[in-house]
């Protein structure tokens, strides 16, 4: 079954960077749009960014200019580097495959995600 696992989280210091990564089995990474969401503590989990196999991406207003995701086809992982963090963006970060490129539906079940702490 077609499964992703997401990593690099941690505690870091508002302005500072952190570099998440998601692997995904080949079975479903070539072939689909990918996407990082977050959930935040009593919050509904949201769409932060997405790239397509093209290589196109769309990011959430509030992280604009700040998150870089981006697609390694050969290693089928994706990634977000996450630049001037803020304590808002506090959350346990997940990836997932997208039915097409921003859609609501999402192809796999849901991971453990990696949590992301950020102190001010």
């Known amino acids: 079954q077609a499964q992703v696992q997401e990593s690099g989280g941690g505690l870091v210091q508002a302005g500072g960077s952190l570099r998440l990564s998601c692997a995904a089995s080949g079975s479903i990474f070539s072939m689909n749009v990918m996407g990082w969401y977050r959930q935040a503590p009593g919050k509904q989990r949201v769409l932060v960014a997405a790239i397509s196999n093209g290589g196109s991406t769309h990011y959430a207003a509030s992280v604009k200019g700040r998150f870089t995701i981006s697609r390694d086809n050969a290693k089928n992982t994706v990634y977000l580097q996450m630049n001037s963090l803020k304590p808002e963006d506090t959350a346990v970060y997940y990836c997932?495959?997208?039915?097409?490129?921003?859609?609501?539906?999402?192809?796999?079940?849901w991971g453990q995600g990696t949590q992301v702490t950020v102190s001010s």
């Open positions: 997932n495959a997208q039915a097409y490129y921003l859609s609501p539906t999402t192809l796999l079940s």
